[in-house]
């Protein structure tokens, strides 16, 4: 078993920046590919970034690049979404989320377990 827990989240105005952050405990979690996603009101869940479990690779959803940045540290079992230009577009709750199988993944039923989601809201 896992827990996840997302913390980060908060208004901020277009342009700003936020770190999001998200915390496991439980299973092995340098093991796991992670991941975050984000899900708007009256939208489907959408991936947003995934990094591997070593940290050396990570892909981004396109309406991010450039803008986000995912990282992780094994040693405090934490994975981190560095926001950058944010936009009104990005107002979301943001769930981080783990993967056991072999590889990363960008569909929401690839992943095994899921933090609560913390909300973003951008104002322009």
């Known amino acids: 078993q896992v827990q996840l827990v997302e913390s980060g989240g908060k208004l901020v105005q277009a342009g700003g920046s936020l770190r999001l952050s998200c915390i496991g405990s439980g299973r092995t979690f340098s093991s796991s590919a992670m991941a975050w996603f984000r899900q708007a009101p009256g939208k489907e869940r959408e991936f947003v970034a995934t990094?591997?479990?070593?940290?050396?690779?990570?892909t981004y959803t396109d309406s991010v690049k450039g803008r986000f940045t995912i990282s992780r540290d094994n040693a405090k079992n934490t994975v981190s979404l560095q926001m950058n230009s944010l936009k009104p577009e990005d107002t979301a709750v943001y769930y981080c989320?783990?993967?056991?199988?072999?590889?990363?993944?960008?569909?929401?039923?690839?992943?095994?377990?899921w933090g609560q989601g913390t909300q973003v809201t951008v104002s322009s």
């Open positions: 990094i591997n479990w070593s940290g050396s690779y990570s």
């Open positions: 989320a783990a993967r056991f199988a072999a590889g990363v993944a960008t569909t929401p039923h690839a992943y095994d377990y």
